[in-house]
């Protein structure tokens, strides 16, 4: 299986800020990798495929970039609403799928 | 509308049986690959595999072949997970989700169910 390694795993910022998430996988997965956003008790939310393009309806203070074996997730401004969970997912692989083990976004 | 319907919360015993179930509509059920997900409480999310309802195609991470059941009835439009021997490490939420792209599953799952709560307790 290709692993991913998000880092930080948990991050604490404030309101107004901007954050950045890594993505590493441990072998090349073009541009196969997706985020998600999770908010307790709710299901994951699609934020951003093919490494870069955003899904609809998500704001465009979301952004993603990278190729390969590193990619990174950045809010330009935080946002009250923004304070959860964030994972990346490779699909370059499937069945062998996977995700990141997540990175914890809280409000300093 | 796109949705996806998980069925309701399940409360087993370690050794019985289960099939939990995913409800699709408003979307061409067949077109599109559904996957299925487990978050162990507190925990990350781990891929458990995916099916095409259109020919039944499966294909199953390597960590839970042999462990689950992946099928899909598309006169129904409903895709399952079963199990034939629960334990009590199966206990998790399962989520069941859409590709975002039909025929493919390189683009992410843009449509999530709501999840399915699985207790396996003696």
């Known amino acids: 299986d290709i692993q991913l390694t998000q880092s930080p795993s948990f991050l604490s910022a404030s309101v107004g800020d901007r954050v950045t998430i890594t993505c590493r996988a441990s072998?090349?997965?073009?541009?196969?990798l997706a985020w998600y956003q999770q908010k307790p008790g709710k299901a994951p939310k699609l934020l951003i495929y093919a490494a870069s393009t955003l899904q609809s309806g998500v704001p465009s203070r979301f952004s993603g970039s990278g190729s390969g074996t590193e990619f990174t997730l950045t809010i330009s401004s935080l946002q009250p609403e923004d304070f959860a969970t964030y994972y990346c997912?490779?699909?370059?692989?499937?069945?062998?799928?996977?995700f990141g083990q997540g990175t914890r976004l809280e409000i300093k | 509308e796109v949705q996806l319907v998980q069925s309701g919360a399940e409360v087993k015993k370690p050794g019985e049986s289960l099939k939990i179930s995913c409800k699709g509509s408003?979307?061409?059920?067949?077109?599109?690959?559904i996957g299925w997900v487990r978050q162990m409480p507190g925990k990350g999310l781990e891929w458990m595999g995916i099916i095409y309802p259109g020919d039944s195609d499966t294909r199953y991470s390597p960590s839970f072949q042999g462990q689950v059941t992946i099928s899909a009835d598309k006169s129904i439009s409903t895709a399952y997970l079963q199990w034939s021997s629960l334990k009590a490490s199966d206990t998790a939420m399962y989520y069941c989700a859409r590709a975002r792209e039909p025929g493919i599953a390189v683009a992410g799952f843009d449509y999530w169910g709501q999840g399915t709560l699985v207790t396996v307790s003696s």
């Open positions: 072998q090349g997965i073009s541009s196969y």
């Open positions: 997912q490779q699909l370059n692989s499937y069945p062998g799928i996977t």
């Open positions: 408003g979307y061409s059920f067949t077109s599109y690959w």
